[in-house]
């Protein structure tokens, strides 16, 4: 019985080391960029709160959310950030399409040729909660936004880090 014991820890500790080592070495996607600013748009379509988690999402991932100059322009090679969410009415619980999307200036105004350095689109339909579906929306930006490389500030060029 005693001897049993001793394998069933020795296993446990192998598989606890094994996992600790395959989790350190695991890499994560970096976005490097001269200063991690991001433009967004304030939005007047109820979706306020999504906003605000996704400000709160985007400073997690060490980026510096911004508003845009005049609610609409950005600075050339500037990012922006794009938010827009969909409820399509199917049946009474209305389901949650969330797209996000980081793109790169080329221009003064934001334009859908821009080079797109992450966009993801989420639909979810449940949990069935509410029937307006906020808490399926929160949800769905939590999910686009696992995927949502950190940014790495590497300063200008000349710059002194």
């Known amino acids: ?30 976005f490097e960029h001269s200063d991690c600013v991001i433009r967004f748009k304030e939005y007047d379509n109820g ?18 959310p911004q508003q845009m100059i005049e609610n609409k322009r950005v600075l050339p090679g500037e990012l922006y950030f794009d ?5 399509p009415r199917k049946n009474i619980f209305t389901a949650c399409v969330v797209n996000v999307a980081i793109r790169k200036a080329k221009a003064s ?20 909660i509410t029937l307006s579906g906020g808490e399926r929306c929160n949800l769905g930006l939590k999910d686009a936004f696992v995927h949502i490389p950190h940014c790495k500030n590497i300063g200008y060029a000349g710059e002194k880090k």
Do not use: C, G, W
């Not at 001897?3 to 994560?28: G, P």
């Not at 979706?47 to 510096?64: D, F, G, P, T, V």
């Not at 938010?83 to 409820?87: A, D, G, I, K, S």
């Not at 105004?109 to 069935?128: A, N, Q, W, Y």
């Open 47 to 64: 979706e306020e709160k999504l906003l605000k988690k996704a400000i709160s999402l985007l400073k997690e991932r060490s980026y510096s």
């Open 83 to 87: 938010l827009e969410v969909t409820r």
């Open 109 to 128: 105004l934001p334009t859908p040729r821009d080079e797109t350095i992450f966009r993801k689109s989420i639909k979810r339909r449940v949990p069935r």
């Open 1 to 30: 019985m005693q001897r049993r014991h001793q394998n069933y820890i020795k296993q446990t500790l192998f598989a606890l080391l094994t996992l600790l080592v395959v989790t350190t070495s695991a890499q994560e996607f970096i």
